[in-house]
């Protein structure tokens, strides 16, 4: 088959044979799975109703990266609706030109926890992504609040953030996370520490918030490298039969 082949289209998401290839591995996992993940997430655990986001890998990294500040507003921010999300879930990637797509090395997962106004990274190679996380951090912590709206003497609207409520600007920390046990299984990780977040906040909720931590914890370990691949790959096939 062509490498350019199309296997599945999910919500907004295009697979190719060449994503597949990459999901059998062992290589490093690229944008294009992590973001079908996603949406696979988003769709089975109903995260609106949830108030819970899981945004794409592409727009985390130009979150990070973008140095227009209305422009990161008005393009990401707003349209995101992060002032009404509980959860919200940001991919970290290490690539240092924007310019050049797929150029990372590691994958780790920074979360927002409105509950406790905090931003939890999940670095399974402890250390090596505080940088980037920080770096995307800095870029969003301001808004995580609501919004308000003013106009120019021209008319044009221009959207700013309001802080968070009361509270003082979220704060930053590493948490205690799996470590992967090879140099490519990063991405993995992060989808399973999503799946984790997303099902407990869906599905075992019961008043505590921070109780997921636990569940991570508990939930996700080196063993999701021999298994977790497969059970992807089965997904997709599952998903092509049901929209033959």
Request: a negative charge.
């Amino acid at each position: 088959m062509d490498d350019k082949e199309i296997v599945l289209s999910y919500k907004d998401v295009v697979l190719r044979v060449s994503d597949l290839n990459i999901l059998k591995g062992p290589y490093y996992l690229n944008d294009q799975i992590i973001d079908f993940y996603f949406a696979y997430l988003s769709s089975s655990y109903n995260v609106d109703a949830n108030d819970i986001l899981l945004v794409p890998p592409s727009t985390s990294y130009w979150l990070a990266n973008c140095q227009d500040q209305q422009s990161l507003v008005n393009d990401f921010v707003e349209p995101l609706k992060f002032s009404s999300k509980k959860l919200i879930l940001f991919t970290v990637n290490d690539n240092e030109d924007p310019s050049a797509a797929e150029r990372g090395t590691h994958w780790s997962l920074l979360v927002y926890d409105r509950s406790q106004n905090y931003f939890l990274h999940f670095d399974t190679l402890l250390g090596m992504h505080r940088y980037h996380a920080l770096k995307l951090y800095k870029a969003v912590k301001g808004f995580m609040g609501t919004t308000s709206e003013s106009s120019s003497k021209d008319g044009a609207k221009t959207v700013k953030m309001k802080a968070v409520g009361s509270a003082a600007v979220p704060f930053f920390k590493e948490v205690k996370t799996p470590q992967q046990t090879n140099g490519f299984d990063c991405g993995l990780y992060v989808m399973a520490i999503s799946e984790v977040i997303c099902r407990w906040h869906s599905c075992e909720r019961n008043g505590n918030d921070g109780q997921w931590l636990s569940a991570v914890e508990r939930e996700v370990n080196a063993y999701l490298e021999t298994k977790m691949r497969g059970e992807v790959l089965k997904l997709i096939e599952d998903l092509r039969e049901t929209m033959i």
